[in-house]
């Protein structure tokens, strides 16, 4: 697996040098600091990453079906997984060893036993940082042991036309290795820099665009000893036949996610006034922080489901699915979500993290239908028609689908340099006032009264500190849509089949507004700028089988 993060260099340009001390910063002051050549941040990965990645997973179960009377039926079932972490062919790959208290200093583990520099690796760890090897085995992660998934359904007929179902299971979410190859990018294998200028007085320039190179500066850690992730689900469903074709379900269904994992900064300095050097504020000012992945999230979700189902018959068929749903979690992914930020402000404190799941929409309805048209043999109209024409007007189907869903929420974010300066990102203060406006629209989506960049802030006084506003605590636009279908299937010859297809998507050419503006100050801020979904689209397709 190879893997070089920004492999060319990437650097940001902010205009902290050339704006008004105590203010934010304007577009013209990054394009002058662009022109003077003052790096605000800086990122590179030194070194060549290819390394040589071994897994493997085990899973069995037993299963057994109980039919107790005529009108109960049960479902029991065991699974247990395994799945150790991943091991590199040489041992090419390190961890880092730390706590949230800074008890000790951190320390550099390799994989695998013997020498920490055993190959001569090309970027060795500068004087007085503590490594070793062989403290975490030959793994990525410690190999959880005991994943036991129990399962358990129920289902009773009430009547000829009623069912009741309910069930329960324990489900394990395994890495498939995107996460945790990150540790072979660490020294002495490689190193990655991730890291910010001094503040006040510029010291990244073209010429020297680096102004740590001995360490890396964003080092990647999985934390040793979680515990595996996983996931109790629990459903219960009415289901009823309406007639032969027709059945209506209606149904709650819930879940928890136990030890979820997600990536934190570690080694990251606390809310501060803005210094000329920031890495001396860190509890180990000697490196960067630390871009760990730790199993301390929690999410829990809880829904009502319905659904209308009216299988092919008399020429159509139609599903339409209602959810009513509400989750919550400190953290909707690993890494990045839609809406969340790659990493919480404050790493240390995933409670105040609490909110709407990035992906949590409220409400959907969809609907979809399948109609054939009337025309041709053996349909209502045109029946007797010629093998020719039936070739033309028979066996046509439109098909559409509507969706009517509730917008995604997304948090707001404030200017970090200026009020909090650290590596994670800033959050403002919510002033007490409901951003929820009565009539919002593209130019005013929420009320931006309700957000400061702190309360009583003064410059080069603060207060400095992390923002009060809750995470997702906004929602964005919602969707409408409909998209529609024609196809139609020619016979050729026996052996021979033309298909063909037609889509437009977005039928009503109706705009689905994307997320506002969200940064407190910024001229965007509340204002729409973006769809989330295109303008009408047309296409056309044909598929020949033979």
């Not at 247990?80 to 961890?95: A, D």
């Not at 990251?268 to 630390?290: E, H, M, T, W, Y």
């Not at 931006?448 to 003064?458: D, E, I, K, S, Y």
Request: aromatic content about 12%; overall charge positive; some cysteine.
């Amino acid at each position: 697996m190879t893997g070089n993060d920004f492999a060319r260099g990437g650097f940001t340009f902010t205009g902290t040098y050339t704006d008004v001390a105590g203010t934010s910063p304007l577009p013209l002051h990054a394009v002058a600091d662009f022109l003077l050549g003052d790096i605000a941040s800086q990122q590179g990965q030194l070194g060549l990453i290819a390394d040589q990645l071994r897994d493997w997973a085990l899973g069995v179960y037993v299963q057994d079906q109980w039919k107790v009377t005529k009108k109960l039926t049960i479902n029991l079932g065991l699974r247990y997984e395994l799945q150790p972490g991943l091991t590199e062919k040489y041992g090419h790959m390190s961890n880092i060893s730390w706590a949230w208290d800074n008890s000790f200093f951190p320390t550099w583990v390799r994989a695998g036993s013997g020498d920490f520099y055993a190959g001569n690796p090309p970027y060795p760890l500068p004087a007085g940082i503590p490594y070793a090897r062989g403290k975490y085995g030959n793994t990525t992660w410690k190999t959880a042991k005991l994943q036991f998934g129990p399962r358990a359904g129920f289902a009773y007929n009430l009547n000829a036309k009623t069912v009741i179902r309910t069930g329960f299971g324990i489900y394990y979410p395994h890495e498939i290795g995107n996460v945790a190859f990150d540790v072979t990018r660490n020294q002495p294998f490689t190193e990655r820099i991730n890291s910010s200028s001094n503040t006040l007085i510029p010291n990244a320039t073209w010429a020297s665009p680096f102004p740590i190179i001995a360490i890396s500066t964003n080092a990647p850690s999985w934390v040793w000893g979680d515990p595996q992730p996983y996931t109790p689900q629990w459903t219960f469903n009415i289901q009823r036949a309406l007639n032969g074709s027709t059945t209506l379900e209606v149904g709650y269904e819930g879940s928890a996610g136990i030890h979820l994992q997600r990536t934190v900064y570690y080694n990251d300095s606390p809310a501060a006034a803005p210094v000329n050097n920031r890495n001396l504020l860190r509890p180990f000012p000697q490196f960067g922080f630390v871009q760990a992945v730790e199993a301390a999230s929690h999410s829990s979700y809880n829904s009502l489901q319905a659904r209308l189902q009216h299988r092919f018959a008399a020429g159509f068929s139609l599903l339409s699915s209602f959810s009513w749903e509400k989750s919550m979690d400190n953290g909707s992914g690993v890494r990045q979500a839609s809406g969340d930020s790659y990493t919480p402000p404050n790493g240390g404190n995933l409670a105040s993290e609490r909110g709407r799941s990035a992906f949590n929409f409220g409400k959907k309805w969809t609907t979809s239908g399948l109609y054939l048209l009337p025309f041709g043999k053996g349909q209502k109209l045109l029946s007797n028609a010629s093998a020719l024409l039936d070739e033309l007007i028979g066996g046509w189907q439109l098909g559409g689908i509507l969706t009517f869903e509730g917008g995604f929420p997304y948090s707001m974010g404030c200017t970090n340099g200026t009020y909090q300066n650290t590596d994670g990102p800033c959050r403002p203060d919510a002033t007490g006032i409901t951003p929820v406006l009565p009539n919002p629209s593209p130019n005013r989506w929420y009320d931006a009264a309700a957000f400061v960049n702190r309360l009583n802030f003064v410059a080069n006084v603060g207060p400095y500190r992390y923002g009060n506003a809750g995470r997702n605590d906004i929602v964005g636009p919602g969707l409408s849509v409909i998209n529609a279908s024609m196809f139609k299937s020619f016979n050729v010859n026996e052996r021979i089949h033309v298909d063909f297809r037609g889509e437009i998507f977005n039928v009503a050419n109706h705009p689905i507004l994307g997320q506002p503006g969200a940064t407190v100050g910024n001229a965007s801020e509340g204002v729409i700028t973006s769809t989330r979904v295109p303008s009408r689209q047309i296409q056309l397709g044909l598929k020949l089988r033979f």
